[in-house]
Structures are given as C-alpha cells and as structure tokens.
C-alpha cells in the first residue's frame, strides 16, 4: 500500500490539541505508534487523542502496566469503539507481549491501538497503518516539536491549520 507523509510542526499545547483533533477526525483502526524521545510529547498527544475521540474519564500512562484500555461510549470514530494505549519502554522482552495476549487488542476489529516505544517489539508487531515521530527541537527560536506523521494513503488524515 502507497504510504503518505506530513510535517508539521507543534510550538504550543493548543497545537498538539489540534492535532489530536485531526486524528481523531481521521477515523484510524488498527495499530499506530508513537516514537520520539522520552519527554516527547506521546502521552500528552495521547491523552488529547483519547479526549478528541471522546473520551471523558482519567487518562493514565502505561508505562508500568504495558497496557492501559479505554472503552469509547460516545466515539467520534465510527470505525472504534475501543483504544489501547500500550507503552512497551519497560518491555524486556517481546515475548511479554505474548503473555499478556497483546495479539488479541491488535487483532480487534473496532479498536484503535496506540503503542509507544514500538521499536521495542518492531519484530513482533505487524506494520502500523501511521506512524508518528515528534522531535524536540529546543535553539535560539525556542523549544517546539517537528512531527512526521506517515500514514497509508487509505487514512483519511489532514494537517492542522
């Protein structure tokens, strides 16, 4: 499948909040992972995906449960009614994931799974249908993130403003 790529770039929270919004106005399924430096940005574009897609409870980091699910009462997302936000940065071992029946959130047909530190476990997971790469970049001009969003071209995804 042809691939597409955007850049863009995020100086403030309002920005990240815009792009959540896009994504989640994209109506994705299946997998998509987050890569970027610890500090990033991941979780904060998660969290405003999760609220962009309509959730309305807490949202908590994985980073010490692997996983952490969310049920989607009111979806935005036609195509999902449920997220997975897996962070694998503490994974030792990709066979964990199989402990865990990690296959069973990908194989979801109306879930959206979100995987940070995916390269953590690259052999083991299939291809994401997008993948998004926040950078910092901190020089004379200020600190802001440089985001590359991969994407099939099936995915309905547009750029914030």
Avoid at 91 to 112: H, M, N, T, V
Avoid at 137 to 157: L, Y
């Amino acid at each position: 499948m042809t691939r597409r790529n955007v850049q863009l770039t995020l100086t403030s929270e309002s920005d990240t909040q815009a792009l959540a919004k896009q994504l989640a106005k994209a109506h994705i399924k299946g997998s998509v992972w987050l890569s970027g430096d610890l500090g990033a940005g991941k979780t904060t574009l998660t969290r405003y995906w999760l609220r962009a897609l309509g959730h309305e409870g807490a949202v908590k980091s994985p980073t010490y449960t692997l996983v952490e699910p969310y049920e989607l009462k009111n979806s935005t997302n036609v195509a999902v009614d449920r997220v997975y936000h897996a962070d694998l940065y503490r994974l030792q071992d990709p066979e964990e994931l199989s402990f865990i029946g990690f296959e069973e959130y990908l194989e979801d047909e109306r879930a959206l799974v979100i995987i940070e530190w995916a390269s953590r476990a690259e052999a083991y997971l299939p291809p994401p249908v997008m993948t998004v790469t926040l950078t910092v970049v901190s020089d004379e001009q200020g600190t802001r993130r440089e985001v590359s969003v991969d994407f099939d071209e099936a995915i309905d995804f547009v750029a914030p403003d």
